[in-house]
DNA sequence: GTGAAAGCGCTAACAG
DNA sequence: CTGTTAGCGCTTTCAC
């Protein structure tokens, strides 16, 4: 317990504004006063209240008489008072925020012109994240959350990703963001959601979406409702699961309807753009050039699908008479080009919503069990494998 | 200056964790103990340094001997420690975050069912946003910051603007989305720079499109090159700066064409939809249904022009053949609309690029004069005007 | 309903 | 290179 507390030390060491208040004697103002933003105590001192008081006002206003709030109110209007998130998180131990970490697709310092070149076949990656953020904002938005967003970088002690970790009270991460060594010492001390990939850390929530499972119906709808029998799968990289899982149920499907399983997807592309989408479907092509050819292709993602429209278009073949295409994300460009593509839809604004949803709960009750949700896809019935 | 500062004395009063130090040795550890998250102290005993050290450890890692510093490390790795941005950011008066403030285009608890519905005549407007914080995040973290977004939501004193405002060491506001007393208030104390829209206040910096060239040159390409010389002009609300501007390009191409200059557009869209567009198509032709129709209608967004397109194809007429139409804003679906729609491109990536470089700036150099940039806009020339 | 006291966890001179 | 010290601005019991 504190000894030697007599005001007049108490008022030196506790408040020790005092040069503070001689500025504002200074008559000081304006702009170049930014540098020392006026508090708690200012705003005490010129409405002639306590500091604690004032900190009421902000927190609950129901609990100040309406005329000492009133005071109070115009007294921090006058100073331009705008209370301090640090200062405020600090002693309360609560940011407010939620955050979002997302892989770097894009490099900050690509040179504008290529950027804007880019951008069609870009945006649809982009476009992944920007509806996770979408439906995130809004989730906590109606929470009363902030989100903080970090696009992540790899670096010494001070990542971005401990910065982001330091200023919210709890946060998401997109599978392969950020490294799961950092992710074990963050996620013991607030709360982490794992999106859209393995769960690899076992306590944490953790939400997927049902990628085999989508991949697994597409593949049934080829078989069954259009009779096709010779399909060909092109993946993605080895170490995706997304890709993976993709495939598993693609091999689900043949297994179920009696056709062979193939160990492999028949091609693999590492970046699944659209060039390699062409550049598969030409190989695949060729390849089976003595032989008759595949009745589809079924593509791990959109970008590469419609990569194999064009390369088929370029071959003179016709889709989906010659040849079926599905693609999988449901990307906006999936519904625009001709023939529409056939493909399964992801819910990535929904996984932003969920993500906080799993925050929230877990930040009113630490102790529940670790959570792992699998959100459900659905087919789009395109032009491309013969419907719409 | 402070008396009695025997060491004793301070290191209770200046370090009352000497409970956390005792729940340590209680062995207490794991998930349940995220209440009480190590500090910089728990980091500095357990390796045997002084709190500073630890600071340094991360702030500046290369003025500590590498040794020291991978003690300190291995020690917050073992404890779990991750550094309190609050209490950084309090100490040191930065967050390292820049926001942004944007309006709720839509409203978080809608029906998620009608929203999906939505979507797609949603989506053009959310990429508006989504644009801008694509853009602003990039270049944030180019400068080392983080991005904290909130839709706005008007409130009490602590409304959400505040806490933003209380996080950031700056940031951005679409137009109408802080009430401007508001931002008189908080512009007082950390910079703001205000996005696509009038400056309303004349010390902030601040960003906007140059809707009235863009429109202006629009026309003249449609009054010069397509040789059209009876247009007509659909507006938006009477309250848009946006709106106005393009409409007053529209008159100025058509007084330097010698055309007769409209005091009004012809028509008013509030929402600017592509159901107001459709709308407005019909009204403006069933107006025109005795005498001639016009050459060609401007609409003041993609949305209506688009919706516009609908309307035509319905009464069977052909664009651009019986009518030319044009829109605004280079939405990604005016480029696959059929006809293609021309437009006038925005630079919305940009507007957030370089609202992170004002925001930068001055941060820099609180004193410099403001800033009011006009960011160029490009006319997309595509098919519904006869071009492409 | 209001005030006084006691920190929250970290940074930043300043010494050594 | 490392330690000591003095706050940063606010929230929070506890008294009154």
Redesign the interface.
């Known amino acids: 317990m504190?000894?030697?507390n007599r005001s007049d030390?108490w008022n030196q060491?506790n408040r020790p504004g005092g040069e503070r208040t001689v500025r504002n004697q200074n008559g000081e103002s304006?702009?170049?006063?930014?540098?020392s933003?006026?508090t708690v105590y200012d705003v005490a001192e010129r409405s002639g209240v306590s500091i604690a008081t004032v900190s009421r006002?902000?927190?609950n206003?129901d609990s100040v008489r309406a005329q000492t709030r009133d005071r109070v109110?115009e007294a921090?209007?006058a100073l331009?008072?705008?209370?301090?998130?640090?200062?405020?998180?600090?002693a309360s131990r609560t940011?407010?925020?939620l955050g979002l970490c997302f892989p770097?697709y894009?490099d900050?310092?690509a040179e504008?012109d290529a950027e804007a070149e880019a951008e069609a076949d870009d945006?649809a990656v982009?476009l992944y994240s920007?509806q996770i953020?979408?439906g995130m904002?809004?989730?906590a938005?109606?929470h009363g959350y902030?989100?903080?967003?970090?696009?992540s970088?790899v670096g010494?002690?001070?990542s971005?990703v401990?910065?982001?970790?330091?200023?919210v009270d709890g946060f998401a991460v997109l599978a392969k963001t950020v490294p799961t060594e950092d992710l074990e010492?963050?996620s013991?001390?607030?709360p982490v959601v794992m999106l859209a990939g393995p769960r690899e850390i076992d306590?944490l929530d953790h939400i997927e979406v049902a990628n085999s499972d989508g991949e697994r119906e597409l593949a049934r709808h080829l078989i069954r409702d259009h009779g096709l029998r010779s399909l060909a799968f092109v993946g993605g990289d080895r170490e995706s699961p997304d890709a993976q899982a993709r495939f598993r149920g693609y091999q689900e499907a043949c297994r179920e309807a009696g056709l062979p399983v193939a160990d492999e997807p028949d091609l693999r592309a590492e970046m699944m753009t659209q060039a390699e989408g062409v550049r598969a479907t030409d190989a695949l092509l060729d390849r089976a050039a003595g032989r008759e050819r595949p009745e589809a292709i079924l593509f791990a993602n959109d970008q590469m699908a419609i990569g194999a429209l064009h390369a088929l278009e370029r071959r003179g073949l016709r889709v989906p008479d010659d040849i079926a295409v599905t693609g999988f994300d449901g990307i906006?460009l999936s519904r625009?080009v001709r023939p529409s593509l056939t493909t399964v839809r992801q819910p990535m604004r929904?996984l932003g919503e969920e993500a906080v949803e799993l925050l929230v709960r877990r930040l009113a009750d630490?102790?529940r069990d670790p959570v792992s949700l699998m959100l459900p896809v659905s087919v789009a019935r395109r032009a491309s494998c013969g419907c719409g």
């Open positions: 504190r000894l030697h030390q060491w304006g702009r170049s006063d930014r540098l933003a006026p006002v902000y927190r206003p109110l921090a209007r331009g008072y705008v209370p301090s998130g640090n200062a405020r998180g600090l940011t407010g925020v770097d894009a900050p310092d504008t945006s982009m920007d953020i979408r904002e809004r989730a938005r109606r902030a989100l903080l967003i970090a696009a970088l010494g002690p001070e971005l401990a910065k982001v970790a330091g200023r010492v963050i013991r001390r607030l306590h906006p625009i929904r630490p102790a």
